[in-house]
């Protein structure tokens, strides 16, 4: 083949690998999001113990099968690609490999293909297949408030951790290890389970004082974990409100919503111009 033609093999396969607004390309991405479900779902059935043993076989042939699929493609994906390295220590490039790996290493360390699940990860993919930029900007959104929110919430959940160890403390001296309590990393962990209001039951406190005491972590439960909520919730309406700089404050009514081209609020009249 010579170098004019190869070219426009890898064009051509460029376009149908790595954009999707071909039909072709979307066909393409379309079929490689149902083979990484099919192969998830393999690893899955895989991990239930009466099914490896009736259809063993027909797994490892799966395996290897969707394994030398994904390997293909990653190959092709380095073939055609101009900057080669940058694609293989892209995210999606790590995430690819990573893909193949597990059924090659599983020849060695029996088990190990059940990190083939990681595979579920390439289906981010379907955010470029069909172009959701208003769900990518939420996503946006959504970072923006968390960075905004990080050091509040930060704070929280440090005091958070010096609770659970007073609260667990707390507990290890008044129910001690004859009712379950063995340690305070033990007690630390009844201390979480309650807090978060979870409660699973495996240990409890048996006398008056630890079950009162119970009580009162678990009614206090309750009102911490409206704490990261409301952080998120006013991080999340600011970020929303300063994506969109024509929502302007009015200063008569303090009420948002108005049009992109109001002079005036819609609600009380107000002169928007002399906000600022």
């Not at 201390?191 to 409890?204: E, F, N, P, Q, R």
Request: hydrophobic share 50%; with cysteine; charged share 15%.
């Amino acid at each position: 083949m010579t170098p004019s033609r190869q070219q426009a093999l890898k064009n051509h396969l460029y376009n149908i690998i790595f954009k999707a607004d071909t039909p072709k390309g979307k066909l393409f991405d379309v079929v490689l999001i149902w083979t990484i479900l099919a192969s998830v779902a393999l690893v899955i059935l895989e991990s239930v113990t009466e099914y490896r043993h009736d259809y063993q076989l027909w797994f490892l042939i799966g395996e290897w099968f969707f394994t030398i699929v994904f390997l293909a493609e990653y190959l092709l994906r380095i073939y055609i690609v101009r900057r080669k390295k940058a694609y293989i220590f892209s995210f999606f490039g790590i995430i690819d490999l990573l893909s193949v790996l597990p059924t090659f290493i599983a020849v060695l360390l029996p088990g190990a293909q059940f990190l083939m699940a990681i595979r579920i990860l390439r289906l981010m993919r379907i955010f470029r297949i069909f172009k959701l930029s208003n769900y990518l900007a939420e996503a946006e959104l959504l970072r923006r408030a968390l960075l905004a929110s990080s050091r509040k919430i930060l704070v929280f959940f440090s005091a958070i951790a010096l609770l659970v160890v007073v609260i667990g403390s707390a507990i290890y001296v008044i129910e001690g290890p004859q009712h379950g309590f063995k340690d305070i990393p033990t007690s630390i962990y009844w201390a979480v389970v309650t807090l978060t209001t979870v409660g699973y039951g495996d240990i409890s406190p048996q006398t008056s004082v630890g079950q009162f005491f119970a009580s009162i972590v678990m009614v206090l439960g309750y009102s911490i974990i409206a704490v990261p909520t409301g952080i998120m919730t006013v991080a999340l309406s600011q970020a929303v409100r300063k994506s969109n700089p024509s929502d302007i404050q009015c200063t008569s009514c303090q009420r948002y919503n108005h049009d992109a081209d109001a002079s005036f609020c819609k609600y009380c009249g107000q002169d928007l111009n002399i906000n600022g």
